[in-house]
């Protein structure tokens, strides 16, 4: 793991999506990153429950964070290429929390699951795949 903290990753999100939706890593460790969000009116859908956006922001910042800590080392960066989401609850109000974490880490793609609850319900599952960016010749 590349040796960063949450305090520079949350600078790093200056100005981006999951700053503007209050996305704040809360851990770091070798078994992942946690990340969470506390329930705002512009994380809700019309039908005044979480919007799925919201969840997906969630879980892909996370993984997103986790594979940029995890980079071979001479990479540049990552992007993702897949995403896949399952919901099965929602919320209208309160602390969504997100666990992510590596299930294979590769020299050209790492694929990273996350868990996404709030009061110990799970919300969603979630899988991505990040294709690893090198520098071009």
């Not at 993984?63 to 919320?91: D, Q, R, V, W, Y």
Request: hydrophobic share 40%.
């Amino acid at each position: 793991m590349n040796p960063i903290n949450s305090t520079e990753i949350q600078a790093k999100l200056k100005g981006t999506l999951p700053e503007l939706l209050g996305f704040e890593v809360r851990a770091i460790d070798e078994h992942g990153l946690t990340a969470s969000f506390d329930v705002q009116p512009h994380h809700l859908a019309p039908n005044g429950y979480l919007h799925a956006a919201s969840i997906v922001m969630l879980a892909d910042s996370a993984c997103g964070m986790g594979c940029m800590l995890n980079l071979p080392e001479g990479a540049l960066s990552f992007t993702t290429i897949e995403l896949k989401s399952n919901h099965l609850g929602t919320a209208r109000e309160g602390r969504i929390e997100c666990h992510a974490k590596p299930v294979h880490k590769g020299r050209t793609t790492q694929v990273w699951d996350a868990s996404v609850t709030a009061n110990g319900k799970t919300l969603a599952l979630f899988r991505c795949t990040q294709m690893v960016l090198w520098p071009t010749a």
